[in-house]
T-cell receptor, first 115, second 119 residues
């Protein structure tokens, strides 16, 4: 799995757009980029996954430049309930035996939203 | 929305005792996992299970750990002789079969965890 680097923490305010960037310089051709969210004392929750360009769902957008060496998770108009740890994961199951592979979580980005 | 259910939510046990953590994965999922998170640290992969056998395990998953799918719905993690350092949140997860789709991490659903405290 490609190594990822994220800011340890970020602060923002309610109603703002928050962008969390993840660096993955060694991303492989078949790797996908996946973001998870974790609230205190809960399990991680899948947010979004992408391969290139832009992906959007009801929760967030994921921007991936052409070289794919970084990605940005964008949370529109955050609220206090978006305070959580956000994890960027990069990997592919094709080269590692199929869908049974464990996920490798880093330390993530602790996002704190203030009123 | 389908959920992964874990029981109990909290368990306190004495060092050296055996504990069994229970999970009910999402019914149409085929891959099952256990992860743990020591307080303030990373989420760590323990083991994955597919087709009634272990598919992958980490270095943490030593001989004191075992997993079982005793029936069509439950998935359990047993710790035979607990140690103080086993105190952690234990998360069960499940996922659909994604072989050949190249989407590691897509569609994994985690439970809310069991907080294990070894005293």
């Amino acid at each position: 799995l490609a190594k990822t680097t994220q800011p340890i923490s970020m602060d923002s305010y309610e109603g703002q757009e928050v962008n969390i960037t993840c660096s993955h310089n060694n991303i492989a051709t078949n790797d996908y980029i996946t973001w998870y969210q974790q609230f205190p004392s809960q399990g991680p929750r899948f947010i979004i996954q992408g391969y290139k360009t832009k992906v959007t769902n009801e929760v967030a957008s994921l921007f991936i430049p052409a070289d794919r060496k970084s990605s940005t998770l964008s949370l529109p108009r955050v609220s206090l309930s978006d305070t959580a740890v956000y994890y960027c994961l990069v990997g592919d199951i094709l080269n590692s035996g199929g869908g049974a592979d464990g996920l490798t979580f880093g330390k993530g980005t602790h996002l704190i939203i203030q009123p | 929305e389908p959920e992964v259910t874990q029981t109990p939510s909290h368990q306190v046990t004495q060092m050296g005792q055996e504990v069994i953590l229970r999970c009910v994965p999402i019914s149409n999922h085929l891959y099952f996992y256990w992860y743990r998170q020591i307080l303030g640290q990373k989420v760590e992969f323990l083991v994955s299970f597919y087709n009634n056998e272990i598919s992958e395990k980490s270095e943490i998953f030593d001989d004191q750990f075992s997993v079982e799918r005793p029936d069509g719905s439950n998935f359990t993690l047993k710790i035979r002789s607990t140690k103080l350092e086993d105190s952690a949140m234990y998360f069960c997860a499940s996922s659909e079969a994604l072989r050949g789709m190249g989407r590691l991490g897509y569609g994994y659903t985690f439970g809310s965890g069991t907080r294990l405290t070894v005293v």
